[in-house]
């Protein structure tokens, strides 16, 4: 069986890829177009293995596209890549639009292609899994029921608005030309090997460096925190075995926390993995303007996907963010790099920049 993998050495990806290269005799075609977040690291020992081929190439290249089906002729397409930071789609949502609508319907003409040349139990084997995030959904107030299956779609930022469109897209693919996808949600993902512009990656390490900790707002804002090999082995359940077309997966972990709840949280892991002479460092919060639309909070009802996937998260948030904390303090020669190049070298806008320093919690 071959699987192809679309933003497989992005931090959601990689962790896929890691998964599916320990527990499954897959082949893994593995297609990245080596953005500022992509790591070659993160794949850990899946990089280099005989069973994973990389193919540097940007899913919005038709031609690309083609050839790599034609060549590698994959079972199973799992579409990861996305343009993902919701500060960056508000200040450039141009470039999300491109890849996360305009890549996301070449790579659907590239698989229709593939599928309809195949044959029988190759054909009605075929899946395309399309991985998509509880921000299509819009926002919910504090008593509001989580987000489910068959909640009506809300989108409230230009990154949300082009994930809701590539939704929307693969679902026309299954309806017009019955090309078997299906479509998962999830909730915000943390784990190793998450870019450090991301939550929080980006709390931990400015508090290691005794920077300010800003949080947008009160920091009341809530989201459900998933670890992303949780998240990993649930998607791989979906694509390789339980996953069936037409359908959608709502996938989360009950793990609702306010950002706040979250900075004071790492905060306490680090005093205690490793104290700061200065003091607690919950001294370092510092409360800054909200950004713009803002959403209050994002929770997922997984029942659903938990029933038909045969999953449930492993980690608790407490063990999962440890974890993660501690994973962070093992590898900085993985991330300080990153952080002493402005994120790889970009020159990245004032605006932009400014908000890349503040808690961003998507």
Not at 60 to 74: L, Q, T
Not at 152 to 169: F, G, T
Not at 189 to 195: L, V
Not at 245 to 260: A, D, V, W
Request: hydrophobic share 40%; net charge negative.
């Amino acid at each position: 069986m071959t699987v192809l993998i679309t933003g497989g050495l992005g931090f959601i990806g990689s962790a896929v890829v890691r998964r599916l290269i320990r527990t499954t005799d897959e082949a893994v075609v593995n297609i990245d177009k080596e953005t500022y977040a992509a790591s070659h690291d993160a794949l850990e020992e899946a990089r280099g293995h005989r069973r994973h081929i990389h193919i540097r190439a940007d899913i919005c290249d038709a031609e690309a596209m083609r050839a790599a089906f034609a060549e590698w002729r994959p079972h199973v397409v799992m579409h990861l890549a996305a343009e993902s930071h919701v500060d960056r789609s508000i200040d450039g949502p141009a470039e999300f639009i491109r890849t996360n609508v305009v890549g996301t319907q070449v790579l659907l003409e590239a698989a229709r292609s593939h599928w309809a040349g195949l044959e029988g139990a190759e054909k009605a084997a075929f899946r395309f899994h399309h991985v998509s995030t509880d921000e299509v959904f819009g926002a919910l107030g504090a008593d509001d029921p989580p987000f489910h299956e068959a909640t009506a779609y809300d989108p409230r930022s230009p990154y949300s608005a082009s994930k809701a469109a590539s939704d929307h897209l693969v679902r026309a693919w299954r309806h017009t030309y019955g090309l078997p996808a299906f479509v998962t949600n999830t909730t915000n993902n943390y784990g190793p090997w998450q870019f450090p512009e991301k939550l929080i990656p980006l709390v931990a390490l400015n508090a290691l460096e005794g920077r300010p900790l800003p949080v947008y707002g009160d920091g009341a804002n809530i989201r459900d925190w998933i670890h992303v090999d949780d998240h990993a082995e649930a998607l791989c359940l979906a694509a390789l075995s339980a996953g069936r077309p037409g359908e959608t997966y709502c996938i989360g972990p009950r793990q609702e926390r306010t950002n706040l709840q979250v900075v004071t949280a790492i905060c306490a892991v680090l005093d205690r993995l490793r104290p700061d002479p200065a003091g607690p460092r919950e001294r370092l919060i510092t409360f800054v303007s909200d950004r713009p639309g803002h959403d209050f909070r994002y929770a997922m009802d997984p029942s659903r996907a938990e029933a038909a996937l045969g999953w449930k998260p492993r980690r608790s948030f407490e063990a999962g963010l440890e974890h993660t904390l501690a994973w962070y303090l093992d590898h900085a020669e993985w991330w300080r790099p990153i952080r002493e190049s402005r994120y790889s070298g970009q020159r990245l806008g004032s605006t932009i920049q400014s908000r890349a320093s503040t808690i961003s919690t998507s």
